[in-house]
């Protein structure tokens, strides 16, 4: 297993894996690493009238971070309906092609050192007869980055999700608190704290609500969210 390869998972979809995943590039990159990103399969993708796609994930990290390496090639599988691969991919009439992701990945890392892999949806969305999401993990020899919620309820997902990784020989390096909504109940003062003493994976970030939406397109105020909320060293050897 490479541990300049991670893969970025969340304990649902909508929980702020591209959020996330792009803070952390950001961390990578401000200390001078060479690392990009990689979405290798994306559903709800449209397809424009020249015929290119509009992959969301892949342009909004892209532009943000400045990334030189092709959308293609960042999000080498796209389907149009807005299902889980597997069902969007057959909704085409199409198998989704695990080859096709490998040889994009290959092509990416000779570009980059280090690649943060951003997964869809949960771990268990599934990609083809016999294969989910969090085997790309594995195809790939990356390790598992978490991404959770701030709110009631995270400590019981976030706890299942690795106790699966345990049992299937996953490896997760750290988890990411992402608070994706300004609704706060009670647990979140003390949701961090409770989640420490329940499992030894590291804690990287604890990334608080944004606001002003129109700074999720400032990579300004983005690169310094990057350098205060999340802690790179913990998962860097
Ligand atoms: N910390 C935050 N503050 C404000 N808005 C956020 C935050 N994190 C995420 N969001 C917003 O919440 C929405 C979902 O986040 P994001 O796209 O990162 O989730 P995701 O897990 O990658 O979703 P998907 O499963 O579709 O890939 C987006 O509109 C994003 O801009
Ligand atoms: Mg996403």
Do not use: W
Not at 4 to 28: C, E, M, R, Y
Not at 48 to 55: I, L, P, R, T, V
Not at 204 to 233: C, F, Q, S, T, W
């Amino acid at each position: 297993m490479s541990d300049k390869i991670f893969f970025v998972t969340g304990i649902d979809t909508n929980i702020g894996k591209t959020f996330a995943s792009l803070l952390l590039l950001l961390a990578f990159r401000q200390k001078r690493l060479n690392a990009g990103y990689m979405k290798p399969v994306e559903t709800g993708v449209d397809i424009n009238e020249d015929g290119s796609k509009n992959y969301i994930d892949g342009n909004y990290i892209k532009n943000i971070a400045g990334l030189e390496a092709d959308p293609r090639v960042i999000t080498p599988c796209a389907f149009k309906a807005p299902l889980s691969p597997y069902a969007a991919a057959r909704f085409e009439g199409k198998t989704l092609c695990i080859k096709d992701i490998i040889f994009a990945f290959y092509e990416l890392n000779k570009i980059y050192e280090y690649i943060i892999v951003e997964g869809a949806g949960g771990m268990l969305v599934p990609l083809k007869r016999g294969h989910f999401i969090i085997d790309i993990a594995k195809y790939i020899g990356a390790s598992v980055i978490l991404v959770t919620k701030a709110g009631l309820g995270m400590i019981n997902q976030t706890l299942l999700n690795i106790e699966y990784a345990k049992c299937h020989d996953i490896k997760i390096s750290g988890i990411i608190i992402n608070n994706a909504s300004d609704e706060i109940d009670e647990s979140v003062s003390s949701n961090k704290e409770t989640l420490s003493e329940f499992t030894r994976v590291p804690i990287l970030g604890d990334i608080p609500y944004l606001r002003e939406k129109k700074h999720l397109h400032a990579p300004a105020v983005l690169r310094d969210m990057a350098l205060k909320y999340i802690d790179i060293e913990k998962i860097l050897i």
